[in-house]
């Protein structure tokens, strides 16, 4: 069975943007959210939010779901 690593929705937006080869400012810019408060995401210091996860997902091309619910194990967790 695979191992599975939790992490938080802070973790998982750094890692896309970084994926994506984004700096901040470059994701700021895409999103429309400031630099600092993307700081403060990544860092767990503000929460995510529908809204913001919303204009991210666009900006990085993702499912807003992948960065709102980075844990979510589908076999475990959707009661089939």
């Known amino acids: 069975m695979p191992r599975r690593v939790r992490i938080k929705a802070g973790e998982a937006l750094l890692r896309i943007r970084e994926a994506r080869g ?11 959210i400031a630099q600092e408060t993307l700081s403060k995401l990544e860092s767990g210091r503000y929460k995510l939010g529908a809204r913001r996860a919303q204009s991210l997902a666009r900006a990085l091309r993702v499912h807003p779901g ?9 076999e475990k967790d959707s009661g089939a």
């Open 22 to 32: 984004y700096t901040q400012t470059e994701l700021a810019e895409r999103s429309g």
């Open 66 to 74: 992948v960065l709102l619910f980075p844990g979510w194990d589908v």
